[in-house]
Every structure is written in C-alpha cells, then in structure tokens.
C-alpha cells in the first residue's frame, strides 16, 4: 500500500514560487499515475495538475497552465508540483495523490492513495 508524504507548503507572496513535494513509500511513483489536487474553504476539491504512470503524458487545470509544472523523480521516488506565479487564489489545502491506472486520471474518485495535505497561502 502506497502512503505519500506531501511537503513543501508555505506562505509566500503574490508572484512567488514554491515547489511541493509528495514523497512515496510502499511502492514506487513511476508505477502509478499521480495527481495534484487542491481545496479552499467552502469549495470542492479541484485537479490541480495530474501525470500519467509512465508517458509522461500530463493535465492542467486552466488556471495552472503556463505557471506550475508535475513531474515526478523515480530515482527519489518523490513527485513534485513546481508553482511560479503565485496568485491569492491559488491559496488552499494541496494533496497529492496516486492510483494505478494507465494514463492521466483527473479524476478525483479514481485514486486510492492520498496524502494529508500540506497548507499554501499566497498573500497579495
């Protein structure tokens, strides 16, 4: 059973940067497909950015397009979700998750393993 460890979370200002780590055990992240995912207060969660098992193939919520990058690292067995540009509104809860599936999977019923979230707050 796969348990993913997310890092990496902070406050930072309105056009920074911060770089989230999601640090498997139990299993190797290029054996799985894997997502990120936010929520904010009174929302629902929504895909932030998403990578398949093993193409590469990778998804972006419109409003990440251009700003974040999802990559994953075999060799530290950590995926990552690189934010630039940083926004108010993209202040939330970020998780990142994991299922074995071929392909890029959007969506969020679709995974089995989730993490515990770590806190990003972006103030203007």
């Known amino acids: 059973q796969v348990q993913l460890v997310e890092s990496g979370g902070g406050l930072v200002q309105a056009g920074g940067s911060l770089r989230l780590s999601c640090a498997a055990s139990?299993?190797?992240?290029?054996?799985?497909?894997m997502g990120w995912f936010r929520q904010s207060p009174g929302k629902e969660r929504e895909i932030v950015a998403a990578i398949s098992r093993s193409t590469g193939n990778t998804y972006y919520v419109d409003s990440a397009k251009g700003r974040f990058t999802i990559s994953k690292d075999n060799a530290k067995n950590t995926a990552y979700l690189q934010m630039n540009s940083l926004e108010p509104e993209d202040t939330a809860v970020y998780y990142c998750?994991?299922?074995?599936?071929?392909?890029?999977?959007?969506?969020?019923?679709?995974?089995?393993?989730w993490g515990q979230g770590t806190q990003v707050t972006v103030s203007s």
């Open positions: 139990g299993g190797t992240v290029n054996g799985y497909a």
């Open positions: 998750a994991a299922v074995l599936r071929l392909g890029v999977v959007i969506e969020s019923h679709l995974y089995n393993y």
